[in-house]
C-alpha cells in the first residue's frame, strides 16, 4: 500500500458544483496534514492545513479522520480559477520527519 | 520574505553536461528539501536537509547526483553527467523542524530541465 493515495481524477464538474477529494495514508504516527494546490507548469502551493476537529476558509472544507486514516477536502460552488491538481501531504510525528505528498487529484471546472 | 528562491529557472543543456540548480530557503527554516517531479512519477524527493545536514538521500537516483548545504541560506543540487531521462522539474522547499515534526513546506517556482 503506498503511504499517501489519491484518486488521480480527473473530476470533471459544472461551475457552482461541490466536489469532494479524499486522500488515504498509510502511516498511524502521521502528526499534521496539508493540502496543497498546483497549477499547470507551476509550484505546489499550501491551500489549507487539515486540523482535527476539521476546518474551512471559504469555499473549501478540510477534515481529518484518524481512525479511519483518511483527510479530505470539500470546494463548494466551484469557479473555473479552482481548476489544478489537488495534493495532499502528510507529515510524521518523529522519524524521518520527511512530508510525504500524494499524486495528486486533477480538477477541471468547466462553464 | 521573498519566499524560496530558485535559479535557473530553465536550463537546457547538452547529454553529458554538468548541470548546477541553485536555491535559497526562506530565512529561519531549518529543512531543506530537493523534489524532482515528471508526469511519469509525479513529486519524488531526493533529499532532505535538516540544519543543513543531509539526512535522508535515499531518493537520489544514482551517483549522477549530488547535493549541498554549505551554510543555512544555500543549496545546490549537481547533476554530473546528464542524461536525457534527468529531463524534468526540479523543486526546492523549505519548513521549519520544531519538535516533533516539520511545519508546511514552501516550494520555489522550479527550474525546468531538458537534457538533449
Known amino acids: 500500500r503506498k503511504e499517501v493515495e489519491q484518486d488521480p481524477g480527473p473530476f470533471n464538474v459544472p461551475e457552482g458544483a461541490t466536489v469532494a477529494f479524499n486522500c488515504t495514508y498509510s502511516?498511524?504516527?502521521?502528526?499534521?496534514f496539508f493540502w496543497y494546490r498546483q497549477d499547470c507548469r507551476k509550484e505546489p502551493k499550501l491551500l489549507m492545513s487539515v486540523y482535527s476537529s476539521g476546518n474551512e476558509d471559504g469555499r473549501f472544507t478540510a477534515q481529518l479522520n484518524r481512525a479511519s486514516q483518511y483527510i479530505s477536502l470539500l470546494i463548494r460552488d466551484s469557479k473555473l480559477s479552482d481548476s489544478a491538481t489537488y495534493l495532499c501531504?502528510?507529515?510524521?510525528?518523529?522519524?524521518?520527519?520527511?512530508?510525504?505528498f500524494g499524486r495528486g487529484t486533477s480538477l477541471i471546472v468547466h462553464p | 520574505d521573498a519566499g524560496v528562491i530558485q535559479s535557473p529557472r530553465h536550463e537546457v543543456t547538452e547529454m553529458g553536461q554538468e548541470v548546477t540548480l541553485r536555491c535559497k530557503p526562506i530565512?529561519?527554516?531549518?529543512?531543506l528539501f530537493w523534489y524532482r517531479q515528471t508526469m511519469m512519477r509525479g513529486l519524488e524527493l531526493l533529499i532532505y536537509?535538516?540544519?543543513?545536514?543531509?539526512?535522508?538521500d535515499s531518493g537520489m537516483p544514482e551517483d549522477r547526483f549530488s547535493a549541498k548545504m554549505p551554510n543555512a541560506s544555500f543549496s545546490t543540487l549537481k547533476i554530473q553527467p546528464s542524461e536525457p531521462r534527468d529531463s524534468a522539474v526540479y523543486f526546492c522547499a523549505s519548513s521549519l523542524r520544531q519538535g516533533l515534526g516539520n511545519t508546511e513546506a514552501f516550494f520555489g517556482q522550479g527550474t525546468r530541465l531538458t537534457v538533449v
Open positions: 536537509f535538516n540544519n543543513n545536514v543531509p539526512i535522508d
Open positions: 501531504v502528510v507529515n510524521p510525528r518523529g522519524g524521518s520527519y520527511i512530508p510525504t
Open positions: 530565512s529561519g527554516h531549518n529543512s
Open positions: 502511516n498511524s504516527a502521521s502528526q499534521s
